[in-house]
Every structure is written in C-alpha cells, then in structure tokens.
C-alpha cells in the first residue's frame, strides 16, 4: 500500500460502467500503467486528467497491484490536438503501438522521450500522418528492431539503387536486383536512394533530430508504405486508423476537386465515392 506521483502522459482512456474510467498512462521511466479512476463531477479529477493524450502529474494509490487516481495537476494539456482529427487519430495509432509493444516489455525510458517529442511535433505538424510514420520506425528501432541498411543481408554487397528491402530478413538484398517488378516477392520492397538515405537517417538521428528533414511528395509517398509495412511485419498485427484517415482524406480532396469543375454540380451522381 502506497501513495504516488507519478508524471505521465495519458494513452487511452476507456469508459468502464456509470461513473468510472480505465486509464492506460506511459510514465516518465517509460513504461505503462493501467489504474482505474471514478468520476466525481465536471472538474473533478477523472473528467480533468483522463483526457486523451495529456502530460499530467498524477497522483496514484497503489493497493495489492493496482492503481487507482486520488488527483493530480495537468502538466499540457495538448489542446491543439483535439480540434482536428488528423492529429487526433495519429495519436492514437501511434497510442495503440505502443500499448501493443510496452504493456509485455520492461520499462522503455526512450519511449517516453519519443511520445513527448511526436507529440508536440503532431500538436502543430502540417503532415501529421508523415510523423507518426516517422516516429513509429523510430520506436520499433529504439525496441531493438532496427532493420539492416548498410549492405545485403545475403551476400553485404554494397547498397545499390535496385536492391529491394526484403521484410522476412528485415534488410537489404540483393537477389533481385536484375529482376523486373513483377519478378519481386511479395514482402520486398523496392529501396530508392531517397528512401534509402531517409530510413538511415531516422535509425541514427537522437530523438530531438527526428524530424529535420525534408522529403519530396514521392519521398513521403515511400516512407509511409515501408513504415507500415514495416510494422505490421514487426508487431505481426495490421493497423487500420492510418489507412482510414487518408482514405477520408483522398476523398475529401476529390470532393474538392469536383466542386471546383465549371458548372458541375456537387450533389451530382458523377461525385468520386470512398
């Protein structure tokens, strides 16, 4: 039996019966905490401090393996965050991560540094869904699953623009280098310098660097399929919020696009469907 503060960043927050609230917390030492927390007004703690994705003081009771919320003091409450759902749903997928990665695994103090950093980053990005991408490979690395970009994993032949990065072997190779596309297995992917150098760039840079970069369109377009790819191949799970999110996104800006046709109506049956 214990009393603690604890100062921590809210990762998700589940509704449980009439007046209670599950939350899962990624603390300073970088690892995960589920407590449970009831609701005793509009100001009181559990409405205050379980908001999505908020850094928070917390102070925890500790009784026979379980936490449970007595009160606390925000830290930052992230609120440029919940006004666009872009951010909001990166977050999330990015929260999702690392509960999958964490709750099993000792505690990762770089992990908490990462979320801090993405966070406020994703706050104000202009390209959110990019980040998270970028900062979800750097997770999986800081993990210990840092994918080899140096040579072929086969035969270490120097990197060249045709190799392909082949999942199953988390590395470069070289067997396909004269074959067509269509000649590739499924789980490779062709390594373009650009992607090449990026992917190297975000295994070596310090947390505070990750993101001082810039990429092309056809760059980001790259980044982002081997991120995913990448993770779904690590964590063996296929995430969904991204994927949902651009697709509303694509069909928003072919709505657009069809509004702004001369004399075309946007009610019209020739609007693009998602």
């Not at 970088?30 to 100001?43: A, N, R, V």
């Not at 750097?138 to 999942?167: I, Q």
């Not at 074959?179 to 760039?201: E, V």
Request: glycine letters at 4%.
């Amino acid at each position: 039996m214990s009393h603690q503060t604890r100062r921590a960043f809210v990762l998700r927050s589940v509704p449980y019966g009439e007046n209670r609230r599950i939350l899962d917390l990624l603390t300073k030492e970088g690892e995960i905490l589920t407590l449970s927390c009831h609701k005793t007004g509009k100001m009181g703690p559990a409405n205050v401090l379980s908001q999505p994705f908020i850094l928070a003081d917390f102070e925890l009771f500790y009784y026979k393996y379980r936490y449970s919320l007595n009160g606390g003091q925000m830290v930052y409450p992230f609120a440029g965050l919940q006004a666009d759902f872009d951010r909001m749903t990166a977050l999330a997928h990015l929260a999702e991560v690392y509960l999958d990665a964490l709750k099993s695994q000792v505690a990762q103090p770089q992990a908490y540094d990462l979320w801090a950093y993405t966070a406020s980053r994703i706050e104000q990005s202009s390209q959110p869904l990019l980040d998270v991408r970028i900062s979800q490979f750097k997770f999986l690395c800081l993990l210990g699953f840092m994918p080899w970009l140096f040579d072929c994993v086969t035969c270490h032949r120097a990197y060249e623009p045709s190799m392909v990065f082949n999942f199953h072997l988390s590395g470069l190779e070289c067997r396909y280098l004269h074959a067509g596309p269509g000649d590739r297995p499924s789980h490779s992917l062709a390594m373009s310098p650009g992607l090449w150098s990026a992917l190297r760039y975000i295994v070596q840079a310090d947390v505070p660097s990750l993101f001082n970069f810039q990429a092309s369109p056809e760059l980001q377009a790259e980044l982002q399929t081997f991120s995913d790819a990448y993770l779904e191949q690590i964590m063996e799970k296929n995430y969904t919020r991204l994927r949902l999110s651009q697709e509303a996104e694509a069909f928003s800006q072919r709505l657009a696009q069809a509004r702004q046709k001369p004399g075309q109506n946007p009610q019209s049956a020739d609007l693009p469907k998602l």
